[in-house]
C-alpha cells in the first residue's frame, strides 16, 4: 500500500519530533519539514505530499495556508494548535484549511484527521490539477572526516543516474574547497554563493542560470569558487534550491562537507537519503559511528546508509571491524581501486563512465540502480 505523504510545517523543533512520533505509521511518511516561512509553499510544491500539518504558532500561518492550498495542487492542510479556539477554527476555514486538531488530543485522535484529511486531499487531486514532483530524491553524501570518497560516490552516483536516462542534479556544497567540476572536468562561473545573491521568490528558471550541463545530462550546481565566496552562502539559500529543484529533477545529490555545520545540517534535514561515507581506517570508522549517533539523535537514522569504501583484502582495518563499531553491516561496500579513481578524477571523467566495466563502476552504478528504485 502506498503510504500517505505528509510534509510538517513548524517552526518549533518539539513540535516536529512529537508530530514524528506520532505519525510515522506504516501508512504514513513524513516526507520533509518546514518553516512557518512562504519558502515553505515551494518546498511543498516540490515534495508533492498528500496532506502538509501546519502548526499553529501565530497568525502568520493563515497566510501560509492559503499560500499553499492555491498553488500545491491536490493536498489537503490540517491545522494543528496546541489549543484551539472557535476564532483559529473559523480563520482556518476561510483559508483553505480542510480540518483543525488540537496537539494536546491522544495520538490517534491527530492520527485519525490526517489520515481523513489523506482521503480528503485525494478526492481534491483527482477533481483538479495533476500532482507534480513524483517520486523525487535527495541524496546527501556525507562523512565527518575528510578523504573518505565523499565526491567520489556522489558525482559517480548522480552521473550513473543521468546516465540512466534520469533527470539529475548534482549540489556541491563544499564551501570552502569544491571540487565537483574538477571531478567533471568543468568550470562555472556562477554558483552556489552567486545563486545565494539571489533576491526574492526564487524559481527555476532563475536558478537554472546558476547551473552548468555535463555532457551526461546532470545539471551540476557548482560550489563556491574562493571560500570568501562561501561565507555568502546561508542555509535558508541551501534549503529554498533544494525546494525548487525538486520538482523538476528525479534525483538530486548533495555532496557535502566533512562538518556539522548549519548548511550541513540543513541538507541532512531535506535529504530522503544519507550516505555516510567510510574507509578502513580507525578514524573514518569513529567518524562513522559518531555521525550514526548524531543522525540517530536527529530521528535521521532511518534514512541513513553506510558505505564503506576502498575495501580492500589486505587492509588491516576490515568490514568486520566497521560492522562491530556500527552495529550493523554497511548498506553498500566499494572496492578499493586508487589506480581507475585516481586516473578518473585527473582526467575529470566519472568512473561510472570511464571505467564502468571495472568492480568499482560496477558498484557505483548499483548504488544508483539502488536509489532509483531498482
Ligand atoms: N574506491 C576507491 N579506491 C581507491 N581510492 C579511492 C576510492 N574512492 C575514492 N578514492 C580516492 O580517495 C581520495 C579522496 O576521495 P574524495 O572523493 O575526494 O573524498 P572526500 O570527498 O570524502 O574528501 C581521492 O584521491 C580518490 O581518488
Ligand atoms: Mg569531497
Redesign the pocket.
Known sequence: MAQLKVFVISDSKETRYKLKSVLETPDIAIVGYGDVHPASTQKALGLAPAVVVLCYENETVFELAERIYQNVPGCSIVLAAEKLTMQVVRKAQSCGIGMCVSLEEEPQTILDTVRRAGALGHTRANIGSARIGGESRVVSVF?PK????????AVNVASAIAGMGRKAAIIDLNLDCA?VTLFLDMQAKDTVAELSQERGNLTMDALRTYTVQHYSGLTVLAGPNSPEDGEFVQARSVEAAIAVMRPFFDCIVI?LP?NFEEHTLTALENSDLVFV?LQPDIASVKAAHMSMTILNSLRMGEKTKFVY??SAKNSFLGIKDARKALGRDPDYV?????QT??KC?CIGRPIVAEASRTP?GRQLKAIAREVMGG
Do not use: E
Open positions: 562523512s575528510g578523504g573518505t570518497g565523499k565526491t567520489t560516490v571540487c555532496d566533512a561515507v569504501n576502498k566499494l572496492p578499493f581501486d586508487d579513481a585516481d578524477q568499482l
